[in-house]
Each structure stands twice: as C-alpha cells, then as structure tokens.
C-alpha cells in the first residue's frame, strides 16, 4: 500500500515568509509525529497527534511553529516568519495506534532552506 | 530523559564482510523499545529492526541482526554479508513504552560499503 507522503519535496523561501508542509499519512494510521532533522541539532521531535487532537507539541521550538492534523489524516505543519535556523529536513510519520509498541514509518520529507 | 549515543560518526567496510555498529542508551523506563533505522540519500527512513527491552531474545531481520545487553544499555547492529545498498546513515532510536512514545534518535552512523 502507500507510504507517508510529504510535500513539497523542496521548499526555498525568503526569510519572514510563511511556509506550509503537508503530510499524508498511512491510510488508518491514527499516530502521526513530526520530527525535525538538522546539521547541528540531529533529529528532534516536534509534535504528535493521535486522532485531530495534539497531546504532546512539547517540541515545538517557538511560537512560530504550529501544526493542525484534519479528519484524521492530513497534518500541514506551519512556520510563520521563517528564519535561517529553521532550515532543516522536516520529517513526518505516521503508525497505527495498537497500544503497546507503535513502530513509527516516514515519509521522505521536506528540505526547507530558508534564504 | 532518554538518550541515544552513536560513538562512530562514519564507517566503511567492503562488499560481504560484516559490520557493527554501536549503539549505548540512557532511560530510567524499566521497559521500552528500541529501533535501528536507516536513512539512504533519499532521505526515507527506513526501519531496519527493532527490539523490545522485556524480550531478552536478540532481534534478527535476515543479515540485520542485535545485539542487545540490557544490563550495559547497548544496542548494536550487525550487518552480515552487506551489500553495496546497505550505505545509508544509519539511526539508532528508543521510544518508552507509553504515552506519545516519540522517538529519541542517535547522532546517526554513516556506513559506506565499499565494492
């Protein structure tokens, strides 16, 4: 079946511009997870959804980040007044919420480079 | 807090022989779950294996195999055989056993077989 989808593949923007990152999940996958991947901080996560709701966003980084997730599927992950520092690869996943161990599966992500 | 540490930034081995990559971790969870991931120049990232830390038995996926020591809170991969497509980035990751179990990544091995 499909995998997690992610667009735009690539995204350039000007600095103080606002950019949206789209993820399509796993068709029934209720968790959905956004990680950040960059050159000096690795891999760090940002928020997680389980259905519409946000139970965890503790790794969003400042008050410009700020992620929705609609009908239980489709997350779009938003940074308003883009930075240089917020250049990075910005990762989704997704996993079918069973309890016990949810093996997380990823799309192939977003570079963002912010001019 | 848990945390990951991948003490080889980079290996390179030849085609067929086998590799270890290492793996230690720090968690006061008594149970959680553990993950090798692989991240090819594509960008996916690809689950490779993973153990879950009340099993004592070693995980093994075909040439990709664990080897677990709980006690010393290692996790270290072994690629058996490995194959010019095993060059990749390679992650390690835990994730406690319940809430978001989000994932806490290593700093990433990049592994390069060598024709």
């Known amino acids: 079946g499909a995998g997690v989808s992610q667009s735009p593949s690539n995204k350039v923007t000007e600095k103080g511009k606002d950019v949206e990152l789209r993820c399509d999940p796993i068709?029934?996958?209720?968790?959905l997870y956004w990680y950040r991947q960059s050159l000096g901080q690795g891999l760090e996560f940002l928020i997680y959804?389980?259905?519409?709701?946000?139970?965890?966003k503790s790794g969003l980084p400042s008050d410009r980040f700020s992620a929705e997730r609609t009908g239980g599927s489709v997350s779009t992950l938003t940074i308003q007044r883009t930075q240089q520092e917020d250049s990075a690869v910005y990762l989704c996943?997704?996993?079918?919420?069973?309890?016990?161990?949810?093996?997380?599966?990823f799309g192939p992500g977003t570079r963002l480079t912010v001019l | 807090a848990q945390t990951v540490t991948q003490s080889q930034p980079e290996m390179s081995v030849q085609e067929a022989e086998t590799v270890t990559l290492s793996c230690t971790y720090d968690?006061?969870?008594?149970?959680?779950?553990l993950f090798w991931y692989k991240q090819p120049p594509s960008r996916q990232m690809i689950l490779v294996i993973r153990?879950?830390?009340?099993?004592?038995q070693n995980a093994t996926e075909n040439r990709f195999s664990v080897n677990f020591q709980k006690a010393a809170k290692s996790f270290s991969l072994k690629i058996s055989d490995s194959q010019l497509g095993d060059t990749a980035m390679y992650f390690c990751?835990?994730?406690?056993?319940?809430?978001?179990?989000?994932?806490?990544f290593g700093q990433g091995t990049r592994l390069t077989i060598n024709p």
């Open positions: 996943a997704s996993s079918l919420w069973r309890g016990g161990q949810n093996t997380q599966y």
């Open positions: 068709s029934g996958h209720t968790a």
């Open positions: 959804f389980q259905g519409n709701s946000a139970p965890d």
């Open positions: 968690t006061s969870e008594n149970n959680y779950y």
């Open positions: 153990q879950e830390a009340y099993k004592q």
């Open positions: 990751a835990s994730a406690p056993p319940s809430g978001a179990q989000k994932l806490v």
